[in-house]
């Protein structure tokens, strides 16, 4: 069963960092591409960044140059840095396969706010 944990989200300052990570499990993770996906209140859910199984990346362009997606496939972890935050990065974060699945996680709350 394909199960999606996320974490590390919280309430940051604008100009401030988080590092979020997904421990997955259930599938064969190093033979997938991930995604992270966030969804702000009243919005459709987006995607923000994509890593391929052999670690080619892939950005929108509202967190090119101030996020990254990194791998750690011994861990079955996908993680998103997030630095230089700002107030419209405010959202749910979820993590899941590029294209997605139909198993969502729980999501993780980040909030960007002075």
């Known amino acids: 069963q394909v199960q999606l944990v996320e974490s590390g989200g919280g309430l940051v300052q604008p100009g401030g960092s988080l590092r979020l990570s997904c421990a997955a499990s259930?599938?064969?993770?190093?033979?997938?591409?991930m995604g992270w996906y966030r969804q702000a209140p009243g919005k459709q859910r987006e995607l923000v960044a994509r890593?391929?199984?052999?670690?080619?990346?892939n950005y929108d362009d509202s967190v090119k140059g101030r996020f990254t997606i990194p791998r750690d496939n011994a861990k079955n972890t996908v993680y998103l840095q997030m630095n230089s935050l700002k107030p419209e990065d405010t959202a749910v974060y979820y993590c899941?396969?590029?294209?997605?699945?139909?198993?969502w996680g729980q999501g993780t709350q980040v909030t960007v706010s002075s």
């Open positions: 259930g599938f064969t993770f190093s033979r997938y591409a």
């Open positions: 899941n396969g590029y294209p997605p699945t139909p198993y």
């Open positions: 890593i391929t199984s052999g670690g080619t990346t």
